[in-house]
T-cell receptor, first 113, second 113 residues
């Protein structure tokens, strides 16, 4: 009954370092999403993948890249981390269509020094 | 860009009181979802409303979707300490068949015993 699994849960990076956040879902969902959450700003969409093989930019894509590895996995990469990317990152998945709920992982807490 | 404004941002009340949280936009949404998030976890869906004017009840929580599908409200009757958490509204995009969501900034609710 895992749902959406994110790794790692915590990470501290130095400015300029790179890293990849991993996300996997076991609900056979077509769509997957990456969000960042900052105090007082709700959830902002970074990138999403409506279906396997497609990815699209969200509201705040600069500084990030994504890969939809297969139907289960959707990774987020920071090529050169900046302090402004310090945030909590959430991965989510959903079925396709109006009103489909999004299922979230527990987040990755990322600090960039 | 579709925006959702949520109010109030913070709410601290005593057990037994009633409260209403509002979610407003100038854009039309295909659906409106409400999520609740607890510290260290991802958001969890409470309800989805898809029809203008629709009202849904979940125990002491009442959700309403505006007639024009631009706004929504969450009313809690006789709040309890277990209702404490971050409440997020999210609107489904009409352009992307409703799967992509725009989130409000959230309402941090604290119910004191």
């Amino acid at each position: 009954n895992a749902g959406v699994t994110q790794t790692p849960k915590f990470q501290v990076l130095k400015t300029g370092q790179s890293m990849t956040l991993q996300c996997a879902q076991d609900m056979n969902h077509n769509s997957m999403y990456w969000y960042r959450q900052d105090p007082g700003m709700g959830l902002r969409l970074i990138y999403y993948s409506a279906s396997e093989g497609t990815t699209d930019k969200g509201e705040v894509p600069n500084g990030y890249n994504v890969s939809r590895l297969n139907k289960r996995e959707f990774s987020l990469r920071l090529e050169s981390a900046a302090p402004s990317q310090t945030s909590v990152y959430f991965c989510a998945s959903s079925g396709i269509g109006r009103g489909q709920p999004q299922h979230f992982g527990d987040g990755t807490r990322l600090s960039i020094l | 860009t579709q925006l959702l404004e949520q109010s109030p941002q913070f709410l601290s009340i005593q057990e037994g009181e009633n409260l209403t949280v509002y979610c407003n936009s100038s854009s039309v949404f295909s659906s409106l979802q409400w999520y609740r998030q607890e510290p260290g976890e991802g958001p969890v869906l409470l309800v989805t409303v898809v029809t203008g004017g629709e009202v849904k009840k979940l125990k002491r929580l009442t959700f309403q979707f505006g007639d024009a599908r631009k706004d929504s409200s969450l009313h809690i009757t006789a709040a309890q300490p277990g209702d404490t958490g971050l409440y997020l509204c999210a609107g489904g995009s009409i352009e992307t068949s409703g799967s992509r969501l725009t989130f409000g900034e959230g309402t941090q609710l604290t119910v004191n015993p």
